[in-house]
DNA sequence: GCTTCTGTGTACGCTAACGAACATTGGCGT
DNA sequence: ACGCCAATGTTCGTTAGCGTACACAGAAGC
């Protein structure tokens, strides 16, 4: 990995007018996220946001039996900790750290501080929040009425958006308790992707091959939450990422 | 029905201070909510908020094959449009009126015009937005690891805590809409849980006979939501409801 | 009083996903 | 080079929920 980071790499911190930025830019932690790292737990007050550049970051719930499902994701488009500037300073979810790389950490009272002062980070946020709720009700639908199948391609489009590469380092294990279903059921729907040749994978490794036809393998429950993920916050780069 | 009404009905505004009441207050009118209108379609640019009183409307989600599941649930503790103080502006979500009743509405500028101006309708709003998510990834989880008769249990908890009485005006097919399963599938747990003695039905309407067993037969679901509601937003009544 | 429609009951076969158990294999540590 | 363990493959019986079809009864309209 290249020693080339800066927290423009995150969409929230890159869509900031340059005045919130400079004085934002300065509080940032450049820290490392290590897979399957716990940055919060259900109930946990919150120390710290998170903007995560290359690494991501899923919120998901563990039910009284054990049972898990997650949430939703965020990548470099968002922010982990939304419930710092919500008010409600925990939630009843864990977030952990589901693809390694790093993120810009920024302490709560600072946070909460810069979102006081100054309106363009609160607009900011108020846009993404609005984009998690619709990530939220379309994973709630997804798991309702859509095949295993369909949902290991949501979640393969998910990750791959947020991430630079065509690769995924993540075992099939992991990826049944993210959906919260059986890991054989994950296999069966793995390997029926790699028959296909949509993609390949090997002892922890997934590679996709084909995105378009994955896409296609798709329930509409990606393209939805892509479309208005984008619509709310669109991307624009204001300096390339070297 | 009584013609006793008044916007403190409503948890939000009622947890309002009284001089932000004393502005919004004028600006609110009071409209009738027929059960199965839609407020707003997928999409739909929004006019105005509103803010229940002795209503209940649903936000769904209907999929492409016309399938449709309940993303959450909104009644006098809340408020319906979001959207609007996101800044979205629209969502992907349908809201339709559940339960007969009355609401007071708020044409969108006015309210963005409040929200701007004193903190402490914002701070409201985020603090109801985070129930709003909590209840969200609650019904994520509920629809991926519980028996239907279960979530009908939720769900019935979910419209007794907005309704003055312990009588539902609900057939069926209509809760199967919500919750995004097959009519018979609600008929089986509703039968099962009549002969439980727990409720009683009869040609759409449903009366909740022990309500400490319907939360004993209930997922953990419901008392999540619940308790995290009651932290964000604790109800304090500044005035009898007569 | 009659029809008609809406809401509920019930039965059948079918499928997706589950739970559990066990086989196989590749990679890693020593 | 070896052994071990993590990751994946496979099987089998079970179950919840689906799709379909149809029966029945109360309510509502004429």
């Known amino acids: 990995m290249s020693d080339k ?114 309106g363009q980070l609160m607009i900011l946020m108020l846009r993404y929040t609005q984009a998690l709720l619709t990530q939220m009700a379309q994973t709630s639908v997804c798991n309702r009425h859509h095949r295993i199948d369909q949902q290991l391609c949501r979640w393969l489009l998910l990750s791959l958006d947020r991430l630079m590469s065509n690769e995924l380092v993540m075992t099939h294990e992991l990826i049944a308790n993210m959906l919260g279903v059986r890991r054989e059921g994950v296999t069966d729907a793995a390997s029926k992707l790699q028959k296909l040749g949509v993609i390949e994978y090997h002892r922890g490794h997934i590679t996709v091959l084909d995105r378009p036809k994955l896409e296609e393998l798709c329930c509409e429950c990606y393209a939805v939450v892509k479309q208005e993920t984008d619509r709310l916050l669109p991307y624009v780069p204001k300096q390339p990422v070297k």
Do not use: C
């Not at 939304?82 to 939630?91: I, K, N, R, Y």
């Open 5 to 118: 980071h800066s927290p423009l790499q995150n969409h929230l911190i890159n869509a900031l007018p340059a005045e919130d930025q400079a004085r934002l830019i300065p509080l940032l932690e450049w820290v490392p996220m290590t897979l399957g790292q716990v940055l919060y737990e259900s109930g946990d007050t919150l120390r710290h946001v998170y903007f995560p550049t290359n690494s991501i970051v899923s919120l998901l719930y563990v039910t009284e039996s054990g049972a898990s499902a997650e949430i939703s994701v965020v990548g470099n488009e968002g922010i982990v900790g939304v419930a710092l500037f919500m008010g409600g300073e925990s939630t009843t979810n864990r977030a952990i750290v589901q693809s390694a790389g790093h993120a810009y950490r920024l302490p709560g009272k600072y946070f909460k501080n810069e979102l006081n002062q100054h």
